[in-house]
Nanobody, 116 residues
Framework: VQLQASGGGLVQTGGSLRLSCAASGIIFSTNVMGWYRQAPGKQRELVATITSGGITNYADSVKGRFGISRDSAKNTAYLQMNSLKSEDTAVYYC???????????WGQGTLVTVSS
């Protein structure tokens, strides 16, 4: 399984970005796709997850500003990020978890920089 994240870049405070994460390989229909981020000097943290059934979960810090969605036919997850703040600056990683095997796969990360 391979994950390809894209869509990062430089944006001003209050701006928006949309990240994409495309999974390829053997993708079990029951899965959870997620976005995590790691800021300089900090641990990786959960941003949002979405199950194959469409159930979403968000970190408190992004609720109301970020939206996770997916196109299961394309094995792709999206993260719409609005009202960006400087503290959202981080490398964003996507992953996919398969409950049937217990395995998690990670993408390579995409850098989001929010400038004030």
């Amino acid at each position: 399984v391979q994950l390809q994240a894209s869509g990062g870049g430089l944006v001003q405070t209050g701006g928006s970005l949309r990240l994409s994460c495309a999974a390829s390989g053997i993708i079990f229909s029951t899965n959870v796709m997620g976005w995590y981020r790691q800021a300089p000097g900090k641990q990786r943290e959960l941003v949002a997850t979405i199950t194959s059934g469409g159930i979403t979960n968000y970190a408190d810090s992004v609720k109301g500003r970020f939206g996770i969605s997916r196109d299961s036919a394309k094995n792709t997850a999206y993260l719409q990020m609005n009202s960006l703040k400087s503290e959202d600056t981080a490398v964003y990683y996507c992953n996919i978890f398969f409950p049937t095997t217990g395995r998690t796969y990670w993408g390579q990360g995409t850098l989001v920089t929010v400038s004030s």
